[in-house]
């Protein structure tokens, strides 16, 4: 595309509203937003004078170019904005971690025989719904537990049949009327649906009176297996009764909607009311929320706005913990979603101002102990590399990549690279190296291979044009703060060889094993540095040794198969099928074969001391 002038595009905005979008050099939309006004909304961005967020200033330094879509109103801008931020989930804006859809019960009131479905999403069928529920367990319990109390059906079958079909297992074990076989009227089943119904509305007290009276009179009778059967499911209906413990007169569906932030960090709690009873509350993290520098209704606008768009069931009434700007506009539009008035409202005295503080301090709980989680796992993460840079005299250790040759005898060797981001594996840039340019069981000339080849690579890829940010970049572009060889001096050197012929400077550092083969010390610019084997710095480098032994294994194990074990011998001149068979008969395996003295290969059946001398010879690197 032509040059993109800012400053001339900048003139070009209309006063209008819209959306506006904006892309890095790499066309990638890294922010999405809507204005009232877009002429003054985004020529905010580029003055000087504007006060910024640290997280917008970085945000504005990536800008490329933008674009915007004019709207005839605010609302129509609003939808677009949510739309858009959904789609393509831009890196600068605050995202709503958990964009789930909840379970709802659907009762199809519109057929003649009603049944209870299992849904997640709302639509205008005629319908009722009840949730949303936080598990979709519960949901399934739900619809059991009413099948066995109201046996009402669970078939697709279109009703009234012209026809009676024949009676279903449901029918037989008493979890159907059997409405397809005419064996209930059309008001015994409307009767258990109106059961049904009020059940799920929460009116308990009729269902636990209906449940025990039967429960009594089979007593009564004697029959005492299906005084049992109701006995366990009026357990099973005061159970969920006891789970909705917060009611409310006023008998209206809500949302309470409050949060608690923590530096970049936000939690926000919703408590789901219907009916006047709290059904379920679930928690969403906010990433990139940056409490310190947007203010709090800011981000339960945010929030409101991602959560809403994707949303089934929209309540009558919202309590907001914080008003916000965009209040009037996002009332319009929920209700234009609902087909009736949705109002937001901030409780400022009485039951409902205490239901809001009641789901800030659960955002506060959640938040305290998930900060309390990372703080733990960073001391095994961010924490140890810390140490481990401290140990070695290193300014900061961000990125660290370690190496270890497999084989077997010098047959298919393999090499593996593995990558720590700031104490914690990433996977994805992890890479494999079959070794092409070494025979037999050579590690030092395998590990030379294997870093030649990745480093050059690198400065292939950073050298070409179109690459712009290296922190973009996830493999081979990006080059470690440390380098951790597994073994000590040696493979150390032969790092430190490739480094040099390759113009590049990264520290390398050795994680030498004891006779247990267990890390014992590091092995930095030509000393050996000590470790407190209880810090968690030695526990991270135990595991990212580890990590670099079992990938190249798993890696070798894939390439190898018997006839790849017996190919190792073909490779021998003067070995032939007869022999090589002899040799694996004598020493059982290709391993046994390497490991075996000149004065034993010898004695192998078949085998003159030429042919002997030509496998020691081979397997110790020297033929």
Not at 344 to 361: C, F, N, R, S, Y
Request: glycine share 8%; net charge positive.
């Amino acid at each position: 595309m032509e040059e993109f002038n800012i400053e001339e595009e900048l003139k070009k905005l209309p006063a209008k509203p819209g959306v506006y979008i904006m892309h890095d050099a790499r066309d990638r939309i890294i922010y999405v937003g809507k204005a009232v006004i877009l002429r003054n909304r985004v020529r905010s961005y580029f003055r000087e004078s504007t006060k910024k967020s640290p997280k917008i200033k970085e945000m504005v330094k990536r800008i490329d170019y933008f674009e915007y879509i004019v709207t005839d109103s605010e609302l129509e801008a609003l939808v677009l904005e949510c739309n858009l931020i959904k789609e393509h989930r831009p890196k600068y804006n605050t995202m709503l971690k958990d964009d789930k859809t909840y379970p709802y019960i659907k009762v199809t009131v519109a057929e003649e025989y009603p049944r209870l479905v299992f849904s997640r999403r709302i639509k205008k069928d005629g319908s009722r719904y009840f949730g949303p529920y936080t598990s979709a367990g519960a949901v399934k319990d739900t619809i059991e537990l009413i099948s066995k109390i109201y046996r009402l059906r669970t078939c697709r079958k279109n009703l009234p049949a012209e026809k009676p079909d024949r009676c279903c297992l449901n029918h037989h074990i008493g979890r159907c009327m059997g409405p397809c076989t005419n064996l209930c009227t059309k008001e015994q089943y409307a009767e258990g649906v109106a059961g049904a119904l009020q059940f799920l509305g929460g009116n308990y007290d009729t269902v636990i009176k209906y449940v025990t009276d039967r429960m009594m009179e089979a007593s009564e009778k004697m029959e005492y297996e299906e005084a049992g059967v109701y006995k366990e499911l009026l357990g099973s209906v005061k159970a969920v009764a006891q789970k909705q413990k917060i009611s409310y007169s006023d008998g209206e569906d809500k949302d309470v909607i409050a949060m608690y932030g923590m530096d970049d960090d936000a939690v926000v709690q919703v408590f789901f009311v219907r009916n006047g009873r709290m059904i379920g509350r679930e928690h969403f993290f906010m990433t990139d929320a940056g409490c310190g520098d947007m203010g709090e209704g800011e981000i339960l606008q945010t929030f409101i706005k991602q959560f809403y768009m994707g949303a089934a069931f929209i309540p009558r009434q919202i309590l907001c913990q914080h008003d916000f700007s965009e209040r009037e506009v996002i009332e319009e539009w929920l209700s234009s979603k609902r087909g009736a008035k949705t109002v937001i409202t901030v409780p400022q005295k009485g039951m409902k101002e205490k239901l809001v503080e009641l789901a800030a301090e659960n955002a506060r709980m959640v938040l305290t102990k998930d900060k309390e989680k990372i703080r733990r796992r960073e001391g095994r993460t961010i924490g140890a590399a810390k140490e481990i840079a401290a140990l070695l005299g290193l300014k900061g250790i961000a990125r660290m990549e370690a190496f270890d040759i497999s084989n077997t005898s010098g047959f298919e060797s393999v090499g593996s690279m593995v990558v720590f981001e700031n104490g914690s594996p990433r996977r994805s840039d992890y890479r494999r190296f079959r070794i092409k340019t070494v025979q037999g069981p050579n590690d030092y000339a395998s590990m030379e291979e294997v870093l030649s080849r990745r480093f050059e690579h690198g400065l292939a890829e950073r050298s070409r044009e179109d690459v712009g940010d290296i922190s973009d970049f996830n493999s081979f572009t990006r080059f470690p703060d440390l380098i951790m060889m597994d073994g000590g001096k040696g493979q150390v050197h032969v790092c430190e060889k490739v480094l040099s012929d390759l113009g590049l400077s990264i520290p390398v550092c050795g994680m030498v094993k004891d006779d247990r083969h267990r890390t014992r010390e590091l092995y930095f610019e030509d000393r050996y540095v000590p470790i407190d084997t209880a810090s968690e710095g030695f526990k991270l480098i135990t595991r990212i040794q580890d990590e670099a032994h079992r990938f190249a294994i798993e890696y070798h194990r894939s390439l190898r198969s018997k006839a790849q074990v017996r190919s190792v011998l073909d490779d021998i001149k003067g070995i032939g099928p007869a022999r090589r068979k002899a040799l694996l008969k004598q020493f059982g395996s290709a391993e046994g074969v390497a490991a075996a003295t000149a004065e034993e290969l010898e004695k192998t059946p078949g085998l003159d001391k030429a042919s002997a001398q030509a496998v020691y010879r081979f397997f110790k690197g020297e033929g």
